[in-house]
C-alpha cells in the first residue's frame, strides 16, 4: 500500500529564514507521482509541484525547490528566504494512479 | 468563474439526516476525484470519476456514502443517516484527463458539521 510520511507536524521561522519540509514516501509500485500542494487559512488546495518516478532532477521555482532521492524515498521541499505569506499547511502526497495519498501536513507559520 | 465550485460552503445536519454535496468542475475535465478531510488531517481518497463512469470507490467508508457524476460533469457526494464522524471538509478536485501525472485542481470544499 502507498502511504505518505510528513514527520513534522509544525514548524516555526522567522522571517528571511530558509526552511525545509521532509516528505518519506512508500511505495510497491516503479511508477508514481509526487506532488506538493500548499494549502493557506482560506482552504483551498493549491498545487505547487508534480514530480514522476523516473525524474529525480531537483527542481527550483523562485524561492522554492525540490529535492526528490529515490534511494531514500524522499521528495523534500525547501523555502528560501521565507515570507510572512508562505503560512499555510504543507501536504506531500503520492499517486500510481487516481488515488492520491496525502501525508498530515506540515503547519508552517512564518513570524515577521 | 473558471475554477471548480463546491455546494453548499457549508453545512449542518442532525444525525441521521441524509446530505448531498454538489461540485462542479472545470468545464471539459474528464476526471473528478472526492476526498474527504478531517480536522488537522490531509485529505483522504473517496472516489474517483472517468466521464460518468465510478472507476474507484474505494475510500468511501460505508454504504451510507454514495457518489455519482450521471452526465459527466457535476457530481453529487450523498451521504444517507449521517453519523458525528462524518463530520469533516469534503473536497471535489478535477483534472483535465489521467488521474496520475495530471495535477489535481481542488475546489474550496464542503464543510459538513454533524450534530
Known amino acids: 500500500a502507498q502511504k505518505v510520511t510528513q514527520a513534522q507536524t509544525e514548524i516555526s521561522v522567522v522571517e528571511k529564514e530558509d526552511v525545509t519540509l521532509d516528505c518519506v514516501y512508500e511505495?510497491?509500485?516503479?511508477?508514481?507521482?509526487l506532488f506538493w500542494y500548499k494549502q493557506p487559512p482560506s482552504g483551498e488546495l493549491v498545487f505547487l509541484i508534480r514530480?514522476?518516478?523516473?525524474?529525480?532532477q531537483n527542481e527550483i521555482s523562485g524561492r522554492y525547490s525540490w529535492n526528490f532521492q529515490k534511494s531514500t524515498s524522499s521528495f523534500n521541499f525547501t523555502i528560501t528566504a521565507s515570507q510572512v505569506v508562505d503560512s499555510a499547511v504543507y501536504f506531500c502526497?503520492?499517486?500510481?494512479?487516481?488515488?492520491?495519498?496525502f501525508g498530515a501536513g506540515t503547519r508552517l507559520t512564518v513570524k515577521p | 468563474g473558471a475554477g471548480v465550485s463546491q455546494s453548499p460552503r457549508y453545512k449542518v445536519a442532525k444525525r441521521g439526516q441524509d446530505v448531498a454535496l454538489r461540485c462542479d468542475p472545470i468545464?471539459?475535465?474528464?476526471?473528478l476525484f472526492w476526498y474527504q478531510q478531517a480536522l488537522g488531517q490531509g485529505p483522504e481518497f473517496l472516489t474517483y470519476?472517468?466521464?460518468?463512469?465510478?472507476?474507484?470507490k474505494s475510500g468511501l467508508p460505508s454504504d451510507r456514502f454514495f457518489a455519482e457524476r450521471p452526465e459527466g460533469s457535476v457530481s453529487t457526494l450523498k451521504i444517507q443517516r449521517t453519523q458525528q464522524e462524518d463530520s469533516a471538509v469534503y473536497l471535489c478536485?478535477?483534472?483535465?484527463?489521467?488521474?496520475?501525472?495530471?495535477?489535481?485542481?481542488f475546489g474550496p470544499g464542503t464543510r459538513l458539521t454533524v450534530l
Open positions: 478536485a478535477s483534472s483535465f484527463s489521467s488521474p496520475s501525472y495530471n495535477e489535481q485542481f
Open positions: 514530480r514522476n518516478s523516473f525524474d529525480e
Open positions: 470519476f472517468q466521464n460518468e463512469a465510478q472507476l474507484d
Open positions: 468545464s471539459g475535465h474528464v476526471s
Open positions: 502526497a503520492l499517486s500510481e494512479y487516481a488515488d492520491m495519498r
Open positions: 511505495t510497491r509500485d516503479t511508477t508514481y507521482y
